[in-house]
């Protein structure tokens, strides 16, 4: 069984910090690699999609990708309240005709 | 808008019934999925089509059947077979396969009592 694995948290940093999420996978075939933000009682949202090794950046949010260590990792900068949430890691899968999702890291943004 | 959408947002039912999801998209993707999450959990894949008339089982397959029979709709039966069917069930798609970004629909929280 193909695993995409994240620590459940909860990861408590104070507004304005560097929140850093990681994400580990074992198939070594995965080329494309997502990061969704989960509210409470809603569906994940897409914040950012990676495909490459190394950084990509979109505002406040930096992914990286770790093909040779098999790890993708999520920076959010200047953490905001509003960036509470559950993180879903998730790799494609199976041949790319699917997606893998860990179970999520929790982050919780103190004031 | 462009968007996927699914009906009804909360679903109640007697142990024992079957009971249909709904999932409609207007993206034009060739992709659609479905997944179930329970508290505290990740993301489950139940089935999922890539293509009209085609559809493939996922993780948890037991107890679920489904029909791809226009690109824009994917329904999702939970039958009675299912032992543990109350949990929150998403729709997602993508333009096609897994190396795609998926886009999720706002979910049907399903509770059978």
């Known amino acids: 069984q193909k695993e995409v694995e994240q620590n459940s948290g909860p990861l408590s940093v104070p507004e304005g910090a560097i929140a850093s999420l990681n994400c580990t996978y074992s198939?070594?075939?995965?080329?494309?690699f997502f990061w969704y933000r989960q509210y409470s009682g809603k569906s994940p949202e897409l914040i950012m999609s990676?495909?490459?090794?190394g950084d990509k950046e979109d505002g406040r949010f930096t992914a990286q990708l770790n093909k040779a260590s098999q790890y993708v990792s999520l920076l959010i900068r200047d953490s905001q309240p509003s960036d509470s949430a559950t993180y879903l890691c998730?790799?494609?899968?199976?041949?790319?005709?699917?997606?893998?999702f860990g179970t999520g890291t929790k982050l919780q943004v103190i004031p | 808008d462009g968007g996927i959408t699914q009906s009804p947002k909360y679903l109640f039912r007697k142990e024992g019934q079957n009971v249909t999801l709904s999932c409609e998209q207007n993206?034009?993707?060739?992709?659609m999925y479905w997944y179930r999450q329970d508290p505290g959990q990740g993301l489950r894949l139940i089935y999922y089509?890539?293509?009209?008339?085609?559809?493939q089982k996922g993780d948890i397959a037991e107890g679920y059947s489904v029909s791809r029979e226009k690109k824009e709709s994917f329904p999702l039966t939970v039958t009675s077979a299912q032992k543990n069917p109350t949990a929150f069930y998403l729709c997602?798609?993508?333009?096609?396969?897994?190396?795609?970004?998926?886009?999720f629909g706002p979910g049907t929280r399903l509770t059978v009592t």
């Open positions: 993206l034009n993707h060739d992709a």
């Open positions: 998730a790799g494609d899968s199976g041949g790319y005709q699917k997606v893998t």
């Open positions: 990676i495909y490459s090794n």
């Open positions: 198939d070594r075939g995965s080329q494309s």
């Open positions: 997602a798609s993508s333009i096609s396969g897994g190396q795609y970004e998926q886009y």
């Open positions: 089509s890539q293509i009209v008339n085609d559809f």
